[in-house]
């Protein structure tokens, strides 16, 4: 009797053991939270470079290490912090885009941060547009102030 009950139970428990809920693997926002992940350039004059600094906390309980950044093409530039952040402080990943080829573009500037196997990803948009374009913008921009 004694070894039916200590089956019995040692069944119960296993079934309730199997049955919790597992959290799945730890994801990069789980240790850093952005204020926000993409950001419109809107319209951009060609050749002339901008950059956009995409602020996060460490909302980790401990140091948070930025391995590496990269970009998904040789015409955008991230920067990333190369010290550790401390547990509640703010950063930034910085996206330099070059504007050397007028027509839209969306890219992805990619962040691995140590400890997390799936990098985060940040998107930057926006249309370059060449010079006769990006003048006949600006005056209709004005155009547009000036009649309201």
Known sequence: MK???FTLAAVTIATFAIAQKTEGPLKAEDLVSFKEKKHDFGKIKQGTPVNY???FQNVSDKPVVIENSWASCGCTTPTWPQQPVAKGKNNAIKAGF???AAG???KTVYVKVQGIDAP???KISGEVLNAEAYAKYEAEKKGNKGGK
């Open 104 to 106: 839209p573009f969306d």
């Open 3 to 5: 070894r039916l009950l």
């Open 53 to 55: 600094e995409f602020a």
């Open 98 to 100: 070059n504007a050397a």
């Open 120 to 122: 985060l990803e940040l």
